[in-house]
């Protein structure tokens, strides 16, 4: 089992900056992916990002709604995912979650969210207007 611990939500204005952490302990390993998942207040948990490595390749993911405003990236040495977050609007207002799993997931699977095994508590962004 993982343990995920994510770091870096708060409060900020439309048009600002946000960068999220996510910390993974316990059992990972070299063929996994880490994704980020948010659900804002009635709605149904949506998928934002994800990054899947092994040995020879890594590979990226994102919703359409932050393509190009968000980036998902991992340092393995600290075996910690990050979620650089430009350009917020009111709309990226939710909890956002770190996801892990130890499994290999091809690309559609890795933007599922029933396909990641760990979830971290969350962490709350707030995108004023």
Do not use: H
């Not at 990226?92 to 599922?112: E, I």
């Amino acid at each position: 089992q993982v343990q995920l611990a994510e770091s870096g939500g708060g409060l900020v204005q439309a048009g600002g900056s946000l960068r999220l952490s996510c910390a993974a302990s316990g059992r990972t390993s070299s063929s996994y992916a880490m994704g980020w998942f948010r659900q804002a207040p009635g709605k149904e948990r949506e998928f934002v990002a994800a990054i899947r490595s092994t040995w020879s390749a890594r590979r990226t993911y994102y919703a359409d709604s932050v393509k190009g405003r968000f980036t998902i990236s991992i340092d393995n040495a600290k075996k910690t995912v990050y979620l650089e977050m430009n350009s917020l609007n009111p709309e990226d207002t939710a909890v956002y979650y770190c996801a892990a799993t130890n499994r290999y997931l091809d690309a559609t699977q890795a933007l599922g969210a029933e396909q990641y095994d760990d979830w971290g508590q969350g962490t709350q962004v707030t995108v004023s207007s």
